[in-house]
């Protein structure tokens, strides 16, 4: 019997490529390792340099300690570490990195050089590491400090080269991870350059300075100092207030230990403390640092990963809640005090609260609720192809008399909510949300928003392949200031959006200047709509299927359109819903949510026995 023994050990190099996938998927994550070295090093100042998104070139130098000449050889050997040396160090962990995994993924992955040099040393150490092998290693002039460079990320691991996405999304990861190292150390002076362009230059000073800094100007004199201490956790840091609350979450930051984390149930926390304060569909701005003993903490969740588990979440949560309602308390924001720090009562009513929360949302799910909800199946929306859903909207819209006219509309991209119409049926408006419209065998129900947004997206469609919206002009140009990552962003959709009616030009570093905006954006309005425009895109921005045009479009039909809420006239609901169908895709918002939802007369009828 000969049987070939098939089993073999990987080439290191392989087996160091594919364990650097863990760590290093995209500049962002190099970023975010080489700051955080520098961090570790203790090092005041700290510059990050990119080029091509962070595909060409990701370096970073700092005046920390520095490393010894085979210290700066080992840092590249897998779980080379001087951060830990014993498994007990783990339940004592203050650095940010500790599983010496970094430094080799990189080297395993791009092309490496970094010059190093200690204060004790007579000169410093120059490396190149290609695929996992040092090159070169000779002694180099260097002040005190390391300086790593990693060069064309994913030369030898094409498949993952071609996986990244654009520069805009990668530098916006690269900004993301910036920010995250930079707001956590304000005595630590930080400067980013992309491009050879300088992005962010941002001096010591207090936490609150570092956030101005890197949030912008805006909320200046607009934060709220939070600052609990106790004997298990000690939280501090600001939240916005509540008239600085935006309508897409974005400058929200926790950090545990300094480390930023992302957390839904502390979010959670925090949003309740501002409950009655802020609209419900707004979030308000937020960087709380919470620091507790590390063996508070399961460090067994892969760091590289942003979530965090404490061993007693209930009392995290607790916390958070009633330092930030305290906080908005004192500075007289909230009417009242309705709670006590201290009062072990009063905390345990706050960990009840997102209890109370889940159990509703969990009935809405349960089997008994849908099997109630679905059992008629009043709501479900029908499931056929777009193009036999716009035939069937034509179908109980037209009568043969009317098809003419209706034709006209289809081929109308004309400002829809204030536009006379011929066709004069009397619709209704429920809940400032909803048109309801009566048809020969049953009835229509229209989201009013929804449909909008449809609307919006197919007009703002036709106006970037060629047929441009007009831009009005403003009388008093308006200046908006943004920060670095924005004006970024900006940059790059400028001449999309000057299609879509909005004149907008650069204007010194993170300035831009609005000429004109479309008619219908309100008179001193401008910088808003562009603002949330941002906002929005930025949700976006992390979406591999869609092209930044595309994103632009859905930004804008989402923040233009008209909101729940909105009472509309006769005259705009007829528009409306005209508009809607003269649209190409009339059934569902560009991302997929229905428009409206068709209900048949004799389903209706079946349902009350008739
Ligand atoms: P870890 O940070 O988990 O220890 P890394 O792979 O990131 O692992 O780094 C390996 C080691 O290299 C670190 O433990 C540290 O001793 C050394 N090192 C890395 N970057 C720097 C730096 N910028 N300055 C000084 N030492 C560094
Ligand atoms: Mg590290």
Redesign the pocket.
């Known amino acids: 019997m000969i049987l070939t023994d098939i089993i073999h050990l990987l080439p290191d190099n392989i087996a160091n490529q594919i364990a650097a996938g863990e760590v290093i998927q995209r500049p962002g994550s190099a970023v975010k ?2 700051l ?3 961090v ?2 203790g ?1 005041d100042e700290i510059k990050l340099i990119i080029s091509d998104a962070g595909k060409a070139l990701v370096q ?1 130098i ?1 005046n ?4 010894s000449e085979t ?1 700066a050889r ?3 050997e897998r779980h ?5 040396s014993n498994i007990d160090d783990l339940f004592r962990i203050k ?12 080297a395993a992955v791009a092309q490496v050089e970094l010059k ?1 040099k200690r204060d004790e040393d007579p000169s410093g150490t120059y490396i190149e590491i290609e695929n996992s092998k040092v090159k070169l290693q000779e002694p180099v002039a260097a002040n005190r ?2 300086s ?1 460079a990693m060069k064309n990320l994913f030369f030898n691991v094409p498949a993952r080269r071609n996986f990244l996405k654009s520069n805009t999304a990668e530098l916006r990861h690269i900004i993301d991870e910036f920010i995250r190292v930079a707001m956590a150390f304000p005595d630590i002076f930080f400067s980013m350059q992309s491009n050879g362009q300088e992005v962010f230059h941002l001096e010591k000073g207090s936490l609150k300075q570092r956030i101005v800094q890197i949030l912008g100007n805006n909320y200046n004199a607009k934060l709220v100092s939070v600052q609990e201490q106790t004997d298990y956790l000690n939280i501090m840091g600001f939240v916005g207030k509540p008239e600085t609350a935006k309508k897409t979450r974005g400058d929200q930051y926790i950090f545990v230990n300094n480390r930023f984390i992302k957390s839904a149930y502390l979010n959670h926390a925090i949003m309740n403390a501002f409950a009655d304060l802020i609209p419900k569909d707004s979030f308000p701005m937020y960087a709380l640092f919470i620091d507790l003993d590390p063996a508070q903490l399961d460090i067994n969740v892969h760091p590289t990963k942003q979530e965090i588990k404490f061993e007693d979440d209930k009392i995290v949560y607790a916390f958070v809640h009633s330092a930030v309602k305290h906080a908005l308390a004192q500075f007289s924001i909230t009417p009242t005090l309705d709670f006590e720090l201290d009062s072990s009562i009063q905390s345990l009513d706050a960990i009840n609260k997102p209890m109370t929360e889940e159990q509703r949302a969990s009935t809405a799910s349960s089997s008994l609720f849908k099997a109630f909800s679905q059992k008629n199946q009043a709501h479900l929306i029908e499931r056929s192809s777009g193009g036999n859903e716009l035939k069937h909207w034509k179908d109980f819209y037209e009568s043969p008399a009317d098809k003419k006219q209706n034709d006209n509309f289809s081929s109308s991209t004309t400002s829809s909510l204030h536009k006379e119409s011929d066709h004069e049926y009397s619709l209704m408006q429920l809940h400032n949300s909803y048109i309801i419209v009566q048809k020969g065998s049953g009835f229509i129900l229209v989201n009013q928003q929804n449909a909008h947004e449809r609307v919006l997206y197919e007009r703002y469609a036709k106006a970037v392949e060629g047929k441009p919206i007009a831009t009005q002009q403003s009388l008093f140009p308006v200046t908006i200031e943004l920060t670095s990552g924005d004006s970024i962003v900006l940059q790059e959709l400028l001449s999309d959006m000057q299609d879509l009616g909005y004149q907008i030009e650069l204007f010194g570093l993170n300035t831009f200047v609005i000429q004109g905006t479309p008619a219908d954006v309100l008179n001193g309005n401008e910088k808003g709509a562009i603002e949330n425009i941002l906002e929005q895109y930025k949700h976006f921005s992390s979406d591999l299927k869609f092209t930044k045009r595309e994103k632009l479009l859905r930004s804008m039909a989402i923040q233009n359109a008209i909101k729940t809420g909105t009472t509309l006239t006769q005259k705009e609901m007829q528009g409306l819903v005209q508009d809607l169908l003269a649209c190409e895709i009339s059934n569902a918002t560009p991302t997929g949510r229905p428009t409206y939802m068709n209900f048949d007369k004799g389903e209706i009828d079946r349902m009350f026995g008739r």
């Open positions: 390792e080489l955080e070295n520098a570790d090093a090092s970073v700092d920390g300690k520095g490393m210290d080992m840092a590249f080379a570490t001087s951060k830990i650095t940010m990195g500790f599983r010496g995994e970094a430094l080799a993924s990189i190093s400090g390391t790593i």
